[in-house]
């Protein structure tokens, strides 16, 4: 689905959420973005009928690898949402940060016991990710969601 058109998320075939607890880790860098996803996230959570939901917001997509962990570690939320936007720019700023990122959360997943949903995106333009934060190709935070909760469930 990450290339086509699509209507709104179908949620029939998703587990419950209810009993569960979910942290959002959000960066501040690109923030149009990065609160649409959030929000899309939260609003599937509580349709999935999570019992609590929490937001941390840190500066940038690179710290998200730290908030995590944090909150990860403290094995009070059954699982862990990562959101952050990086958008390529004119240096290799863009390789090293996404790199970063991917490399951080794919350790605490390999390492950690809560799950860490990876909800970064990573775009060549700005409207690229708005297409990808609730515009034409859908949210990709209510996608992180459902990713979450069946990962809870794992």
């Not at 996803?37 to 999935?48: K, N, S």
């Not at 790199?99 to 409207?127: E, H, S, W």
Request: hydrophobic share 40%; charged share 20%.
């Amino acid at each position: 689905m990450a290339t086509a058109e699509r209507g709104p998320l179908d949620l029939s075939a998703a587990p419950t959420a209810k009993g569960r607890r979910f942290a959002l880790v959000v960066s501040s860098w690109n923030s149009e973005i990065t609160n649409a996803l959030a929000d899309g996230a939260t609003r599937v959570l509580e349709q999935l009928r999570a019992d609590r939901v929490d937001r941390f917001d840190v500066p940038g997509s690179f710290e998200l690898i730290h908030g995590c962990k944090v909150h990860a570690e403290s094995l009070e939320y059954d699982a862990i949402i990562a959101i952050g936007s990086v958008v390529r720019g004119e240096t290799p700023h863009f390789d090293f940060v996404c790199q970063g990122v991917t490399y951080g959360i794919a350790r605490l997943n390999a390492t950690g016991k809560t799950p860490v949903i990876f909800c970064v995106l990573t775009d060549d333009t700005y409207q690229q990710s708005l297409d990808r934060c609730g515009g034409r190709l859908g949210n990709k935070g209510e996608e992180a969601a459902v990713a979450a909760v069946q990962m809870a469930a794992f």
